[in-house]
């Protein structure tokens, strides 16, 4: 039986590459009975898709940064 942390990772694997037989079973049967993972596992695409969009987005150039940007240590 598969604990949380296992399952999950497997989850996020197996949108890198295919699971094993053994792998798709054993995360079959924990998620049938642990409803965190059954979420987890519905929210893992959305995850993913909001991950990609941020790594395209272009960086910041020195002159979006503006003042409200800044912090003030001596405020605080």
Same mark, same amino acid.
């Given at each position: 039986?598969?604990? *949380?942390? @296992?399952? $999950?990772? &497997?989850?996020? /694997? +197996?949108?890198?590459?295919?699971?094993?037989?053994? /792998?798709? &079973? +054993?995360?079959? +049967?924990?998620?049938?009975? *642990?409803?965190? *993972?059954?979420?987890? /596992?519905?929210?893992?695409?959305? &995850?993913?898709? &909001?991950?990609? $969009?941020?790594?395209?987005?272009? %960086?910041? !150039?020195? !002159? %979006?940064?503006?003042?409200? %940007?800044?912090?003030? @240590?001596?405020?605080?």
């Amino acid at each position: 039986m598969l604990i *949380c942390h @296992k399952a $999950t990772r &497997l989850m996020s /694997e +197996s949108q890198e590459r295919p699971l094993s037989q053994f /792998e798709r &079973l +054993s995360l079959a +049967s924990h998620t049938v009975m *642990c409803n965190g *993972c059954r979420q987890f /596992e519905r929210q893992l695409p959305i &995850l993913r898709s &909001l991950a990609h $969009t941020f790594a395209r987005r272009p %960086d910041p !150039t020195p !002159t %979006d940064v503006g003042p409200q %940007d800044t912090v003030d @240590k001596d405020s605080g």
